[in-house]
């Protein structure tokens, strides 16, 4: 009987082992397959290739977002763009109003990373004054970034996200 249940105890014991070690393994298989999947995918924005300086190019994301209950649309028509190092970087975006009033907005930009707000100086940005449109006018505006000369090896990508507030009167 008691060696029923210690031969009993030794195969679950090898059988939990086997699993351990088939988790181990398989845990240890899914880095390189994890990334040859992103890179298929062309979802590996982390990588530092983008950075380095003899690739020459820094991938910008532009992001638009529009404060609840402003009658407006802002999109980026040029939604993500690639720029040489020291390079100039123009992108396009549309306003709409969506009332039958004027409206008067605001564009506030935000970088992620933050350090990249150092690296992507704005020439020319709509967010530089507020903007005043007339009833359903529709109006396409642009960002000219310079791009610094150095850029950290581990950034590969930055995102210059635009939020769209109304304009309040002065007090």
């Known amino acids: 009987m008691q060696s029923t249940l210690q031969q009993a105890n030794r195969k679950l014991a090898i059988r939990m082992m086997v699993i351990a070690c088939m988790m181990f393994g398989f845990g240890y298989v899914m880095v390189p397959f994890y990334d040859a999947f992103c890179q298929v995918l ?4 982390a990588n530092s290739d983008f950075a380095n300086t003899s690739a020459a190019v820094i991938r910008v ?10 009658a407006a649309t802002l999109e980026a028509l040029d939604p993500v763009l690639a720029a040489k190092p020291g390079g100039l970087l123009k992108a396009r975006f549309r306003l709409v109003n969506k009332s039958d009033q004027p409206l008067k907005v605001r564009a506030v930009p935000s970088y992620a990373p933050a350090r990249s707000a150092g690296l992507l100086q704005k020439l020319e940005c709509f967010c530089f004054d507020a903007l005043t449109l007339a009833p359903n006018e529709q109006r396409d505006v642009t960002v000219v970034l310079l791009v610094a000369n150095e850029l950290p090896a581990e950034l590969g990508a930055a995102t210059l996200s635009y939020t769209l507030h109304p304009e309040l009167a002065p007090s």
């Open 42 to 45: 062309g979802i590996d924005r």
């Open 61 to 70: 994301e532009f992001d638009t977002n529009v404060d609840d209950g402003l």
